[in-house]
């Protein structure tokens, strides 16, 4: 069974920078990817970005280009989220996500309920 992980949110203050990671387990020889979500108070869940497992294939959402940029590390078994230049509407729960076949792709915005695996997300607060 697949494990995720997240860690690293808190408060910053607005044009602000976080670092988000997403823990996973070991998932050799599989062609995983793995997202990030956020859902902010009375807000729909919405994707900001998916990275392949074994290539650098990625995804994001128009309004996430820019601010957010999605890594990582196999050797940790570690997904990021580097977000940037932060605002108060930023603030939201932040989750990771995976799925062995849902390649990066606007698929992970418009069928999120095909991704098999959740995390249950980190508190991400952006003050003024």
């Known amino acids: 069974q697949v494990q995720l992980v997240e860690s690293g949110g808190g408060l910053v203050q607005a044009g602000g920078s976080l670092r988000l990671s997403c823990k996973t387990s070991?998932?050799?020889?599989?062609?995983?990817?793995v997202g990030w979500f956020r859902q902010a108070p009375g807000k729909e869940r919405e994707v900001l970005g998916a990275?392949?497992?074994?290539?650098?294939?990625?995804y994001y959402a128009d309004f996430a280009k820019g601010r957010f940029t999605v890594s990582r590390d196999n050797a940790k078994d570690t997904v990021y989220l580097q977000m940037n230049s932060l605002k108060p509407e930023d603030t939201a729960v932040y989750s990771c996500?995976?799925?062995?076949?849902?390649?990066?792709?606007?698929?992970?915005?418009?069928?999120?309920?095909?991704?098999?695996?959740w995390g249950k997300g980190t508190q991400v607060t952006v003050a003024s």
């Open positions: 996500a995976a799925d062995a076949t849902l390649l990066p792709s606007p698929r992970w915005a418009t069928r999120s309920d095909l991704i098999s695996y």
């Open positions: 070991r998932c050799t020889f599989d062609m995983w990817t």
């Open positions: 990275i392949s497992w074994s290539r650098n294939t990625t």
